[in-house]
Nanobody
Framework: QVQLVESGGGLVQAGGSLRLSCAAS????????MGWYRQGPGNQRELVAQISIGITTDGSTHYADSVKGRFTISRDNAKNTVYLQMNSLKLEDTAVYYC?????????WGQGTRVTVSS
């Protein structure tokens, strides 16, 4: 199994920015896709953003409508890390953010990092 460790969460005021990091215990090329999910209070876990992983891919990305234009997912192959840059944060972005990597035979989740947006 490939372990994923998130970091970078915290308390931020509305309108502010945070950058989350997801570090993998081995090469991120172990996965086909890596993504960020979140689970807010009383809500189901939802996909926020994902990025294709692979030597021959162009790193195509996908975003939930609610974060388009505000969040950016990126990867650093050399550091085995995926990032989520979050700008113009809103109260409704408050959640625990999870990193996930999928690609046969792996389906790995991180432990989550909490993001709290205050007014």
């Amino acid at each position: 199994q490939v372990q994923l460790v998130e970091s970078g969460g915290g308390l931020v005021q509305a309108g502010g920015s945070l950058r989350l990091s997801c570090a993998a215990s081995r090469s991120i090329f172990s996965f086909n896709v890596m993504g960020w999910y979140r689970q807010g209070p009383g809500n189901q876990r939802e996909l926020v953003a994902q990025i294709s992983i692979g030597i021959t891919t162009d790193g195509s990305t996908h975003y939930a409508d609610s974060v388009k234009g505000r969040f950016t997912i990126s990867r650093d192959n050399a550091k085995n890390t995926v990032y989520l840059q979050m700008n113009s944060l809103k109260l409704e972005d408050t959640a625990v953010y999870y990193c996930r990597g999928t690609g046969s035979p792996y389906n790995s989740w991180g432990q989550g990092t909490r993001v709290t947006v205050s007014s």
